[in-house]
């Protein structure tokens, strides 16, 4: 009975951790300084998560886990994810930042987790 309990705990703690999963490692190595240098580029991923244009495949990936990723300040990136999550919102402000403000206001319009979010940007985590 007690290696059953047992099974079942860690049956458990499996399934809990899984659904706490990372994104897919697709863009683990995207370019994301090849984007920010390009103001067309930029302008067209902009455009596509604000739904004012439209969207390439990345773009449309970009933007169905955008809402999470801000929201949880970049919490189910990976380390690698991370920095080119960072490298875009910083790239963004960087170029424009009231459309840095707008895109922030349309992913977290209540401004809930802005401050973990601005300190995901400051330290990368």
Known sequence: MRQWLLCVFALTVVVSCSSQQQYVNRYDNFN??????????LLAYYKCVMEK???????????????????TACGRCSPKQKVVVR???LGIRAKSEPRFFELLDKYDPSRLNREALYTFLVTGN
Do not use: Y
């Open 32 to 41: 994301a300084d090849s984007i920010i240098q390009n103001e067309r580029i």
């Open 53 to 71: 244009g439209p969207c390439t495949k990345d773009g449309k990936n970009f933007k169905r886990v955008l809402p999470e990723t801000i929201s």
């Open 87 to 89: 490298k875009l919102l």
